[in-house]
């Protein structure tokens, strides 16, 4: 059989309320789906509320989540002032905006840690 769509990426977080308030209330993204589970909730996120998108996992028994050099990218529109916008609410900003080929880049770290890409790319390309 072959893949028929990609859905969503998972990532664990420490406070579902800090996770929400970055994704959804920083970078504007919408709730897709909310489920509980025994210790925790899943909530799945997308800047359109459809898939794909990216599932937010709390548990409350879980380890805390681990610095990888895994990200997740979402197209922006001015990566610039969406990065300066970030810094003024507290967001580290983790690698500065830079140009390569028709995009501009800039990584920010979300509250648990997980790299985030902002890119712009103006000739439509993503």
Not at 78 to 84: S, V
Request: charge should be negative; include cysteine; proline fraction near 6%.
């Amino acid at each position: 059989m072959d893949v028929l769509a990609f859905l969503h990426a998972k990532l664990d977080v420490a406070d579902m309320a800090r996770a929400m308030d970055f994704y959804c209330g920083k970078l504007g993204c919408k709730v897709i789906v909310r489920y509980p589970i025994p210790k925790g909730e899943i909530v799945q996120v997308s800047p359109t509320g459809n898939s794909p998108g990216v599932e937010l996992w709390y548990e409350s028994d879980a380890p805390a989540p681990v610095r990888t050099g895994v990200h997740i990218a979402f197209a922006v529109q001015d990566t610039r002032a969406l990065a300066e916008r970030l810094r003024s609410e507290g967001v580290e900003v983790a690698e500065e905006p830079f140009e390569i080929g028709d995009e501009v880049i800039a990584f920010v770290r979300d509250p648990d840690g997980y790299l985030v890409e902002l890119n712009q790319n103006d000739q439509g390309q993503l």
